[in-house]
């Protein structure tokens, strides 16, 4: 019995969101525990795919690091000349210390020193 208009991605029993769609088999809603055919998401597909990293001991450095891994940032990098050591790129994060109508606090950290520093926007 189908109380609810069906929409892609909804149980037409419950009205709750279904599972993303798998590549075999039928879905089955959490809620009225109730089992479908995969036409119930009216010819939606999946349009993402989920890929893994591979771990592989043998090439760790004695500091636990990859051999091929580069300096990790703590955020997105941005062409920044730090001024303790001269590096042209740091990373940053964004945080809102103040009040609402005040901008932002950027903290800005060296890629290459991890020297720190603020600037409010």
């Known amino acids: 019995?189908?109380?609810?208009?069906?929409?892609?991605?909804?149980?037409?029993?419950c009205g709750s969101?279904?599972?993303?769609?798998?590549v075999k088999?039928?879905?089955f809603c959490h809620n009225c525990k109730q089992?479908?055919?995969p036409d119930v998401y009216s010819g939606e597909?999946?349009?993402?795919?989920?890929?893994?990293?591979?771990?592989?001991?043998?090439?760790?450095?004695?500091?636990?690091?990859?051999?091929d891994e580069e300096e990790e940032a703590d955020g997105p990098i941005v062409e920044r000349k730090c001024p303790k050591c001269g590096n042209d790129k740091m990373s940053y994060a964004t945080l809102q210390l103040?009040?609402?109508d005040e901008g932002q606090t950027v903290f800005f950290t060296c890629l290459k020193c991890k020297f720190k520093e603020s600037e409010n926007s």
């Open 25 to 27: 088999g039928n879905v």
């Open 17 to 22: 969101i279904l599972p993303p769609l798998q």
């Open 45 to 67: 597909k999946s349009e993402y795919t989920i890929h893994f990293n591979t771990y592989d001991p043998s090439k760790l450095t004695k500091k636990g690091k990859r051999e």
């Open 35 to 37: 089992e479908f055919q």
């Open 1 to 13: 019995m189908d109380v609810f208009n069906n929409r892609p991605g909804f149980c037409p029993t």
């Open 98 to 100: 103040r009040s609402a």
